[in-house]
């Protein structure tokens, strides 16, 4: 059921879905979702909300069977825009909404009144008096060995424990069945050599075959400090499972919002790879605008994005320690708030493109743990000589910089193209254009060594699509050798438009000089 209620001169809603899905990247229409069962991982509300103003204000309540709200999601300070779209994010898997089966309503308030309402349902689970998983602890890693306990109730002898891991195109894949160590009827002792940093789901089986509902839990990794100078307050607006944009790849990640100071500083020590890419606020495209990456050396790498263009303080390829400055806190990208919207979004992945599927992290300098600190204020202690943004340090650029920076310009039907080289064994080739001009179009276009083409009208291997900005291709596995990269204008007015390009691989040739027509 939806109600509706505009008026005049107020945000309207013309498309609305509860669904279990939707896109990372763009505001496709989702398939709309009734039936929830305790097992999924969340439930979406969808919406696209028009005739917005600066100032407006959107609420999102998620209210739970017996009328209680569960959950709110806060759109405080919205731009003037014509059309916004926007999702927020129930989880349910583990969590409180899995033992709350019944009919559900999410509902919109719009400056103080009822926008519109969507109801939906979560299934019961039958109630057989089996195991019962309430928590999960664990005692830390120690050489890759992890000892944890799971607490519930009726455990019976010899019991099975489950570890499970979520993977969006399989769902939740059993990684291993474990035999206990030692069984009491409400707790079990388990250890297991060998799970890395990530969300994990624990299900427990008794000799009966009776299974309990899924319980998740985190190994987080360590050795990061919050990206702000030390001694500075900041606020962290959004935490992992975040309502707003948290989830999917982005599940871990953190929004740290400034107070006063606005330098961003690294949080591990390694090599910096800087992606300045010229970006402002963009409320149409869901981008991460200017971004740090820095790669730690260990298999882990620190993303910092929405930083301000022209503000860097590092070069690409750097060696920078932690707290050392990188750039000025900003908006580019998809922020909210009209000439606000400030933040610093921060994730932890094993792999170098910051679109990569983030791992659990704990920022050192906040006891009693970060997820405990949403929403208030926050202050860092990570100190380093380094960490004025007012000034640049030079160091030495890393001979094994993954990524160069390309620039250039073509009008619509004309096109750019350059060579670059991918070394044998890369497991991904990245390969990104951006642009800032408003009412413009590019095409990405890539052709591998041996001339398959990638693009709309090819191979889509890892394309974030023809109507992103930017343009995107993480093409696993690539085969090796000499690439072109090629972009062509598709829409815009009588002069050029400008664009960067980042790519994984290393310049082959000198760019090829755009030319008119179809390649």
Aim: proline fraction near 7%; charged fraction near 15%; charge should be neutral.
């Amino acid at each position: 059921m939806v109600a509706l209620i505009p008026s005049a001169g107020a945000i309207t809603v013309q498309q609305s879905r509860v669904t279990a899905s939707v896109s990372e990247q763009s505001c496709a229409v989702p398939k709309p979702a009734a039936i929830f069962q305790s097992t999924q991982r969340q439930a979406f509300l969808w919406f696209v909300a028009r005739q917005v103003r600066a100032g407006d204000q959107l609420r999102v309540e998620w209210v739970d069977p017996s009328g209680a709200i569960s959950s709110t999601a806060e759109y405080g300070e919205l731009p003037t825009v014509a059309e916004l779209c926007l999702t927020t994010q129930l989880p349910i898997a583990g969590l409180a909404p899995a033992s709350q089966p019944g009919r559900w309503t999410v509902r919109v308030i719009s400056n103080g009144k009822p926008l519109f309402s969507r109801e939906f349902q979560i299934a019961a689970d039958a109630d057989t008096g089996g195991p019962v998983v309430t928590s999960v602890t664990w005692s830390g890693v120690k050489a890759r060995e992890i000892d944890f306990t799971v607490h519930g109730k009726n455990f019976q002898a010899n019991p099975l424990v489950y570890i499970a891991q979520y993977t969006p195109s399989g769902g939740w894949n059993y990684l291993v069945s474990l035999q206990p160590r030692a069984v009491t009827p409400n707790q079990l002792e388990v250890h297991y050599p060998g799970l890395p940093a990530n969300e994990y789901l624990v299900i427990v089986q008794n000799p009966d075959q009776q299974l309990s509902r899924p319980m998740p839990f985190l190994i987080a990794t360590e050795g990061y400090k919050l990206p702000m100078t030390a001694g500075e307050a900041w606020v962290i607006t959004q935490g992992p499972y975040g309502a707003f944009s948290h989830w999917g790849n982005a599940l871990h990640a953190y929004d740290i919002a400034p107070q006063s100071g606005r330098c961003i500083v690294a949080m591990k020590g390694g090599i910096a790879y800087t992606h300045d890419l010229g970006l402002k606020q963009d409320h149409r495209h869901r981008t991460f605008g200017n971004y740090v990456t820095i790669d730690h050396g260990d298999g882990e790498y620190s993303h910092y994005a929405h930083l301000a263009t022209g503000t860097f303080v590092v070069e690409n390829g750097q060696r920078v320690e932690q707290g050392q400055a990188l750039a000025i806190v900003g908006n580019s990208g998809y922020t909210l708030g009209e000439g606000g919207g400030y933040h610093v979004h921060v994730s932890v992945t094993r792999a170098l493109p910051i679109s990569s599927s983030s791992i659990p992290f704990e920022f050192e300098d906040l006891p009693g743990g970060s997820r405990r600190n949403l929403n208030r204020t926050v202050v860092s202690t990570n100190a380093s000589p380094l960490c004025d943004c007012r000034e640049r340090h030079p160091g030495a650029v890393a001979r094994t910089s993954p990524g160069r920076q390309f620039s250039g310009q073509v009008s619509v039907a004309q096109w750019w193209s350059e060579l670059v080289s991918v070394a044998k064994g890369s497991k991904t080739f990245q390969v990104t254009v951006a642009w800032t001009v408003a009412n413009t179009d590019l095409d990405l276009h890539l052709v591998s060594p041996s001339g398959r083409h990638y693009g709309w009208y090819g191979d889509t291997t890892g394309y974030s699509g023809s109507r992103t900005n930017p343009q995107e291709f993480h093409v696993p596995k690539p085969e090796p050798g000499v690439w072109r990269i090629s972009v062509q204008g598709m829409r815009g007015g009588p002069g050029p438009i400008e664009f960067g390009v980042e790519t994984s691989g290393r310049k082959a040739g000198a760019a090829l000089v755009a030319s008119g027509g179809s390649e």
